[in-house]
């Protein structure tokens, strides 16, 4: 059984950096996507970005809103996957879930599906991010 475990949240002010932490068990993150997701009061929840090993290669994806300020990386032997998060902004907060996914398929570089919750089987219970202005 896979299982996922986000850490790292916190409260911060606007223009602050914050990284959060994925830890994965039950499997190796070879041939496997790791995506990162938020909620936030009333709002859906939205895709953040994704990392995925799928043959030789690594590929990753980021939201529109998160791209220049997001950056997703993983310690592979560790089974952990990292979210380090600058330049925060108040429309950041929400509660973050890590998700791992055997099925999200990887087009050479790009990920097309990453942004697509139904993708992803294993969901984290998620780590409050709170940003202050």
């Known amino acids: 059984q896979v299982q996922l475990v986000e850490s790292g949240g916190g409260l911060v002010q606007a223009g602050d950096s914050l990284r959060l932490s994925c830890a994965v068990s039950g499997r190796t993150l070879t041939n496997y996507a790791v995506g990162w997701f938020r909620q936030a009061p009333g709002k859906e929840r939205e895709f953040v970005s994704a990392?995925?090993?799928?043959?030789?290669?690594?590929?990753?994806s980021y939201s529109d809103s998160v791209k220049g300020r997001f950056t997703i990386s993983s310690d592979n032997a560790e089974n952990t996957v990292f979210l380090q998060m600058s330049s925060l902004k108040p429309e950041d907060a929400g509660v973050y879930y890590c998700?791992?996914?055997?099925?999200?398929?990887?087009?050479?570089?790009?990920?097309?599906?990453?942004?697509?919750?139904?993708?992803?089987?294993?969901w984290g219970q998620g780590t409050q991010v709170t940003v202050s202005s």
């Open positions: 990392i995925a090993w799928f043959g030789a290669g690594t590929a990753t």
């Open positions: 998700a791992g996914s055997m099925r999200l398929r990887m087009v050479g570089s790009s990920l097309p599906g990453a942004r697509m919750s139904s993708w992803y089987n294993s």
